[in-house]
Nanobody
Framework: VQLQASGGGLVQAGGSLRLSCAASGRILSSSVLGWFRQAPGKEREFVAAIRWSSDRRYYPDSVKGRFTISRDNAKNTVYLQMNNLKPEDTAVYYC???????????????WGQGTQVTVSS
């Protein structure tokens, strides 16, 4: 199983970016796909998750209303649409896959390589 994240870049505050995470191999219907981020000197932080079969979505308060996670089952791809970006959203963003929903990195088994998002003020 491999996860390939892409779509990061440099954007001004208030701007938008869409991250993509392409998964190789079969994704079990019980799987959860998630996004985390890690800023320098900080712990990896939960950003969003989606249940592969039911499309149920989860967000922390810090991104709720600004970020949207979605999936394309046919393409085995998960997206993270990020709007109204703030400088504090600057981090390396990682996609991950796990057997169940959780907000801790340990809840996920497979990880992508990360993509840098930088928001300038």
């Amino acid at each position: 199983v491999q996860l390939q994240a892409s779509g990061g870049g440099l954007v001004q505050a208030g701007g938008s970016l869409r991250l993509s995470c392409a998964a190789s191999g079969r994704i079990l219907s019980s799987s959860v796909l998630g996004w985390f981020r890690q800023a320098p000197g900080k712990e990896r932080e939960f950003v969003a998750a989606i249940r592969w079969s039911s499309d149920r979505r989860y967000y922390p308060d810090s991104v709720k209303g600004r970020f949207t996670i979605s999936r394309d089952n046919a393409k085995n791809t998960v997206y993270l649409q990020m709007n109204n970006l703030k400088p504090e959203d600057t981090a390396v963003y990682y996609c991950a896959r796990g057997p169940r929903y959780g907000t801790r990195p340990d809840d996920y088994v497979y990880w992508g390589q990360g993509t840098q998002v930088t928001v300038s003020s």
